[in-house]
């Protein structure tokens, strides 16, 4: 079955450093790609979404991600973290290759440290 | 702005019993989607409607029943209740193709005992 991988079920950034969360697909085709962020007891929110127009994506709150077919990865990336930004990311994707319906990967939280 | 509104918001209940959840949307969305989520295990898909009067299985749906009498709403049952069912379920609309994202409510915290 096709699936969604994301690297590091937990990480930790210093406030104002890089943060970089790891996204991988499988797929042979080139699926639709979102992130999305999930704060502490709520529902999830589209961060950014990948449909094939540009491969640098750029989403809210000064996240962006980039779009590598050659090494089917999807990661997301801001250059310099505030304490708001500590929360659960996840990745997802979607295409005929996946039935057509969202799959998530086991997502990521994020901790930053002041 | 209401969006994706569940019902309830938290629910304890025994081993055997039964309940429904319901998901309620107001932006006319043809696909909705019913959704738990594990630590460690992201979100998987249970249940899923391409429109009214229609359903789906998803990934994990044993032990799960949904109806979509009406567009907007999206209802998950629970005829038997199991401690493995204790988890957090979402639900989610999206108005249809595969590249459109889905609108997330906030969530229904169920415990079994």
């Known amino acids: 079955a096709q699936s969604v991988t994301q690297l590091g079920s937990h990480v930790s950034v210093s406030e104002g450093a890089l943060v970089l969360l790891r996204c991988n697909y499988s797929?042979?085709?080139?699926?639709?790609l979102f992130w999305y962020v999930q704060y502490p007891n709520q529902g999830l929110q589209l961060l950014l979404k990948?449909?094939?127009?540009?491969?640098l994506v750029k989403g809210i709150n000064g996240f962006e991600a980039e779009f590598k077919k050659s090494e089917t990865s999807f990661h997301l990336t801001k250059p310099s973290a505030h304490m708001s930004d500590a929360a659960e990311y996840f990745c997802?994707?979607?295409?005929?290759?996946?039935?057509?319906?969202?799959?998530f990967g086991a997502g990521t939280i994020l901790r930053v440290k002041s | 702005n209401a969006g994706v509104t569940q019902t309830p918001k938290f629910r304890v209940l025994k081993t055997g019993q039964s309940m429904t959840l319901l998901c309620a949307q107001d932006?006319?969305?043809?696909?909705m989607y019913w959704y738990r989520q594990d630590p460690g295990m992201g979100l998987r898909l249970i249940h899923y409607?391409?429109?009214?009067?229609?359903?789906a299985k998803g990934e994990v749906p044993d032990g799960y029943n949904v109806s979509r009498l009406k567009k907007q709403n999206f209802l998950l049952g629970l005829e038997s209740a199991a401690p493995s069912q204790t988890s957090v379920y979402f639900c989610?609309?999206?108005?249809?193709?595969?590249?459109?994202?889905?609108?997330f409510g906030n969530g229904t915290r169920l415990t079994v005992t």
């Open positions: 797929s042979s085709v080139p699926p639709y």
């Open positions: 932006m006319n969305h043809e696909y």
């Open positions: 990948y449909t094939s127009a540009a491969t």
């Open positions: 989610a609309s999206s108005p249809g193709s595969s590249n459109s994202p889905l609108h």
């Open positions: 997802a994707v979607s295409g005929e290759e996946y039935g057509n319906k969202l799959v």
């Open positions: 409607s391409v429109g009214e009067g229609t359903t």
